[in-house]
């Protein structure tokens, strides 16, 4: 009796596997049909994702996940957000647990042919940098020979960190962490005499300290961090989906598009890009399987890039990072939304 | 009075001697000390270092702990308010986060105006176990129930449960003290449906549901009732017979009676648990069921007939061999590769079943101990009562086996209960690290690193010591030997 039992309930579940796969490649009916979509973000990640006392999302990435919803869903609020860790980010995709992942993920080679994922673009350009307490006296990181490094495990910044200083020929002592916090108490503790992440959280950190003036972030850049949203493989047109909204948003403030402008220049516009973005003419929209004004909704949840930026990251804000390579091209930066047409 | 001696001898004392006090250096204090802490040259050094790092731990311990501040809205602001009283150098503790957040590390995102429903889920728990937990002594019971009935309606009261709300808890409580008090055979019968208001308390929607799910267990139990003359057979009718219902008719029927009389709660999803409502919601599932399910696999592990002692052996042997954090990755990242999808099978569920597979394997053993060390004329006494054998375990080799092995299952709780903030690897909010990680990514608070901590590690180790002052108490209760 129990065997029997045993022996469907394993068919029921190979009968269910091949149905996944089959599935597959539908995510937009499936968001659609649920009504909320899942979207991967980091556990907790100054500026980029953390929830507030009430338990609302906020942050960079956290703005891209309710742009993608406002595209497809209508409502920027039908987002699940789904904390991962650095371990289980990839698994969660692919195992269909999330729709996308936007948790500053670096887009490497491997990770987008032998994960099976797609990094669909980038959404921030990140370096790997280090800090330093200043009486150490070392003003570049090519004298950081001989250094204790504090180095989260798990990360392409460790191997990173392998690389450069293996180039120089230099040699160093890793100290391993685990997490953000975890580093900068052993950063504090003088465990280590630099910290090493990304520039981004480097910034954060030093400015969250009690003495910033008493650190220093070192120039050197050391590694090409773009951080980007990313789907599972073989769904193009879900894929296409996250691409475009981000690409509506970076285009957005490119055309002076902002969440205050964004009716009248809809009704308004001679721009004829700004009209098909918005949906003014044409339907690109259909194209995606979305109605003609889903870019329209993405912009207006929390505005064009250029404002999440500045509200999540950006001077204004305590953790007050620059533009640097995240301005537009016009401005000298990497941002360069293909054209809407 | 004679007067014999009155010429023989010159000095008789007719009186005692007041007691003399002992030698300062034989009493009190300073004996103690000479005796324990400095009776030779190396206990006087053991003693001085010891004293020594106690006067380090306290050195450095101390300013910061004595410049906590609770009053603040940043670390920054902490930082302000720490060097304006105590010189600009001076460190201290910024448990402003603690007061900030600790809905958090309670709750997790729970909904603020639901705080009153794990609240009261957590206070009949007590009510639910009074009864078994303290079975021959009224008084403890009453003390625990009265507390805990008192205390639930306290706290949800001031964490702004509406007037209905509290009405309700209200009722609930004082009926269910009244069946305590009035009909102790009765309250073991709600102490089983515990669960399943639990189930609807903290994850809302209809009650029919987990109503149906205990109906799976009533049809299961009629028919093993109806058959049981037929031994085996009856079991596994039983056990098809409840799966069924669970899979094909429960949800129907409960759709069906909900949308005549709904009794809905608002519900709840799984991703908003987090902190101590997550651990002990996994903790108290996962000892409640451990249990059973070990005292099965002890006796199947010790049982004559080979298939089954095979299969509970490669059980808790891989179970054993097996990281916790393995199984809980299975759970939550393996099994959805076998879920058609779109299928939602919870999260918090599968934890559940997971970490109580895992303990369950530890205290198979641990009872299995308890079994071994029972001498053999008690297996031989039952037999000799002509007890068959579900009997014989029940009345004579069981309620042995279990008082042996209480230190060793209440152990096996304890460790479960703080392995429950293993979930934090599989993305779910432990109040341990998920949550203060969490806490610590907004700006304000980042850099708030020993505070989240200690208040944490203090809420654990209240809950541990319960546990463990409890299972001593027992240990006092049952006592039945003169050793």
Known sequence: MKKSALFGSVTALALAATGAMAAEGDTLNEVKARGVMNCGVNTGLVGFAAPDANGNWTGFDVALCKAVAAAVLGDATKVKYVPTTGQTRFTALSSGEIDMLARNSTWTFQRDTDLKLDFVGVNYYDGQGFMVRKDLGVSSAKELEGATICIQTGTTTELNLADYFKANGMSYQPVNIDSNA????????????????????????????????????????????????????????????????????????????????????????????????????????????????????????????????AATIGEQTPIGLARGLNAQWTQGGLLYAPPFR | MSD?????????????????????????????????????????????????????????????????????????????????????????????????????????????????????????????????????????RRIVTGTAAVLTFAIAAVLGAGGLELAAIAVLLLAWILLIEM??????????????????????????????????????????????????????????????????????????????????????????????????????????????????????????????????????????????????????????????????????????????????????????????????GQYEAADALGLDYWKAQRLVILPQALKISIPGIVSTFIGMFKDTTLVVFVGLFDPLKAMSDTIRASFEWKGAYWEPYIFVGAIFFILCFGMSRYSMYLERRLKRDHR
């Open chain 1, 182 to 309: 975890e580093g900068e108490q052993q950063y504090m503790a003088a465990a280590c005499d630099a910290y090493t992440t990304d520039a981004s959280g480097l910034a954060a950190t030093r400015a969250a300290f009690a003495d910033p003036e008493n650190h220093i972030i070192l120039p050197e850049i050391i590694s090409k961090e773009p951080l980007g949203p990313a789907v599972r493989h073989g769904d193009n047109n879900w894929g296409d989906i996250v691409r475009w909204t981000l690409n509506a948003l970076v285009a957005a403030e490119e055309y002076g598009v902002t969440s205050a402008n964004i009716d009248e220049l809809a009704k308004s516009s001679q721009n004829p890009e700004v009209q098909r973005l918005l949906g003014t003419t044409d339907e690109l929209g259909k194209m995606l399987g979305l109605d003609a004004e889903w870019a329209k909704r993405a912009i207006k949840v929390s505005g064009n890039y250029g404002e999440i930026f």
């Open chain 2, 183 to 376: 009909r102790g055979d009765l309250a073991l019968v709600a102490t089983l449906l515990y669960p399943f208001l639990a189930v609807w308390l903290l994850w809302g929607g209809t009650l029919w549901e987990p109503l149906m799910a205990l109906a799976g267990f009533v049809i299961g139990f009629v028919i093993w009732r109806a058959l049981s003359a037929y031994g085996m057979f009856a079991f596994a009718a039983a056990v098809l017979a409840a799966v069924l219902w669970w899979l094909l008719l429960s949800d129907l029927v409960a759709r069906g009676i909900a949308a005549i009389l709904p009794m809905r709660l608002v519900p709840v999803s799984s991703d908003q648990f987090g902190g101590f409502v997550l651990s002990i919601t996994i903790g108290v599932a996962g000892i409640a069921l451990s249990l059973p399910l070990g005292i099965v696999l002890a006796l199947a592990r010790r049982s004559d007939l080979p298939i089954i002692k095979t299969m509970a052996v490669l059980f808790i042997e891989f179970i054993r061999g097996v990281p916790l954090i393995t199984l809980l990755f299975v759970a939550s990242l393996l099994l959805n590769y076998f879920m058609p999808p779109g299928t939602n099978f919870d999260i918090i569920l599968r934890v559940i079943i997971m970490v109580t597979l895992f303990a369950s394997a530890y205290m198979a053993e641990v009872i299995r101990g308890g079994l071994a060390a029972l001498p053999k």
């Open chain 2, 4 to 140: 014999t001696h009155a010429q023989t001898v010159a000095f008789v004392r007719d009186t005692m001697l007041p007691p003399e006090p002992p030698p300062v250096s034989e009493s009190g204090a300073v004996k103690w000390l000479r005796e324990n802490l400095f009776s030779g040259p190396l206990n006087i050094a053991l003693t001085l270092l010891g004293l020594f790092i106690l006067w380090l731990l306290f050195s450095t311990l101390w300013p910061w702990l004595s410049h906590s501040v609770w009053n603040a809205n940043s670390m920054a602001e902490c930082r302000e308010i720490i060097a304006a009283a105590h010189g600009p150098d001076a460190s201290g503790g910024c448990f402003a986060v603690i007061k900030h957040r600790w809905n958090q590390f309670v709750f997790g995102f729970y909904p603020v105006d639901l705080y009153w429903r794990p609240v009261l889920a957590f206070g009949a728990l007590f009510l639910a176990l009074a009864p078994v937990l303290f079975a021959d002594s009224p008084l403890a």
